[in-house]
């Protein structure tokens, strides 16, 4: 099962990150970007050509010490279809390492369109009987607002090609609360928690051999509280938890959607990683073992907190 | 302001109709696959050839008489890259011929992701100083489960760019009232309700001169009570109304998403127009003719319940 692949890499590279691949323009070293404009021009393909060079030598630099990487979709399609094109280039060359791949694409659509998501992201797409895959991630971000009939069709892709969801259910932004905290008047919980219940109750269909079934949730680092809380009353449940870093979650707060395994969650970080070669201030044809160091110093605050992650027999 | 356009469109054309380009091979003519085919493979790209090519003989059978058409990503997303490129220039081609173009994408995250599918659908990509277009619509279909920070960076470019979104409030799949219909303990109202309202406050960012803001809200035909009570509470508020049709929604159901103007609402059809020379059973040469048919068909049956469309003064 995909999330059971998922903690197999945490466990052997101790360390439960996950880089996240939202590559902007100005994250790139100048040199790669001018060979980029020069080859295909300074425009769309151009620039997707920039990004795809530079995720390819972040992933050679970070995929024997993080088990997953998580490219979000939104700055891809920013391009065009050539950033399209990169973004399936991109998810390719981490499998082709060994990387699990999370796109985040928060999609959610009702039960016709959300199969078609499902062929997009997880499953593959049929041409007069012949099967292609279009990009092919091992895990989609989900934004459950549509209810169950809109999980179903992922839950039946997952099951058949070993892929696994992340529910949106604590978002990591400052409005997060809007909606989420809203306490429900017949079940006297809030939103985001009524969320995680059928996170829960999706996962049925998709268990794992470690206790976490192939429907996990995203719960921001930045709402400590309500990923405590969700640690415990989601026992079934793995975590992809953003906000750690920039937005101002901590390793202590993250260390809350942990189980005492040191399973049950991975973490990200994008432009902490990314953006490394900008903080040291470093030589820009160093801009991968930035990210290495970062990734590194990242893995280790976070297993000082966690201790040893190891496998439930 | 984008939805006074869309509202312009459709009080000239007479016909609160978006026509859905949700295409399926299943749906396309053979002999118009089996030239794709001939010419690209038969792949992705093939496939991706296909669906332009019957977009596009849509597209010129049916500006005349509907003012809007609305591409459903997802369907595009399953044929990887060749299809968003397919995406884009079907979104080209409906706006050479005066659409108004609704990307259907429900699209969410945080705001700087947010601020890169709005640049991706709405806005304009900078690549070095020059802009270029990604995809281009004129509204985009959002989630708003994530809160204001997330609809905010959309406000920012609709109210440069001249374009709208519309945010999801009581979807027409089945399961739409697992959570859209939970009552809010604080505000004894449901969740749709509250993201109802917040389309109200997120549109006085976006005032339009026919009474309607640019932030729109979907609402579906498959719950005709709901309609008419957010047709009500949200007097500023532009609807698309998805579920006509194959879904169940009745002509006399999505007359209640319409003020006294005949205006506040637009109502979709995918499959019905898409795959009317199937239902026909014409000479498949004729499909573009058979979706003219029944998209005029469609016009006059909502016509008959709303009366005359005037923009009022």
């Not at 151009?46 to 050679?60: C, H, P, R, T, V």
């Not at 996962?203 to 206790?211: E, H, R, T």
């Not at 719960?219 to 975590?239: C, D, H, I, S």
């Not at 160093?286 to 990210?291: L, T």
Request: aromatic share 10%; hydrophobic share 40%.
């Amino acid at each position: 099962m995909s999330m059971d692949r998922l903690m197999e890499n945490i466990m052997q590279k101790q360390n439960p990150t996950v880089a996240g691949l939202d590559p902007k323009l100005d994250y790139i070293p100048g040199y790669v970007k001018a060979q980029c404009f020069e080859k295909y021009g300074k425009n769309l393909q151009g620039a997707a050509e920039s990004l795809l060079a530079f995720n390819k030598a972040l992933i050679d630099s970070l995929w024997d010490i993080v088990p997953a990487v998580k490219p979000q979709a939104a700055y891809y399609e920013m391009y065009g279809w050539p950033g399209m094109k990169a973004f399936a280039e991109t998810i390719d060359y981490a499998k082709s390492k060994g990387l699990f791949v999370i796109t985040d694409g928060k999609r959610n659509d009702i039960g016709a369109t959300m199969q078609a998501y499902a062929a997009a992201h997880l499953g593959a797409t049929d041409v007069e009987g012949e099967s292609f895959q279009a990009f092919g991630a091992d895990a989609l971000t989900v934004n459950g607002y549509l209810g169950t009939d809109c999980i179903d069709p992922l839950l039946a892709v997952c099951g058949a090609k070993d892929k696994g969801i992340f529910v949106l259910v604590k978002t990591s932004n400052p409005s997060a609360g809007e909606f989420q905290d809203q306490m429900m008047h017949a079940m006297y919980e809030p939103l985001y928690r009524a969320m995680g219940n059928m996170c829960q109750q999706w996962g049925l269909k998709l268990p794992g051999k470690y206790g976490y079934s192939g429907v996990g949730a995203v719960v921001g680092a930045t709402y400590p509280k309500q990923l405590k809380e969700l640690r415990a009353a989601l026992p079934n449940t793995f975590f992809l938890v953003p906000g750690f870093g920039a937005q101002g979650g901590a390793a202590d707060d993250v260390a809350l959607g942990f189980d005492k395994h040191g399973l049950g969650a991975i973490v990200n970080s994008s432009r902490a990683i990314m953006c490394a070669w900008q903080k040291e201030n470093c030589d820009p044809q160093d801009f991968a073992g930035a990210a290495r160091r970062e990734a590194l110093r990242m893995r280790d605050q976070l297993m000082a907190k966690i201790g040893g992650i190891s496998l439930p027999v």
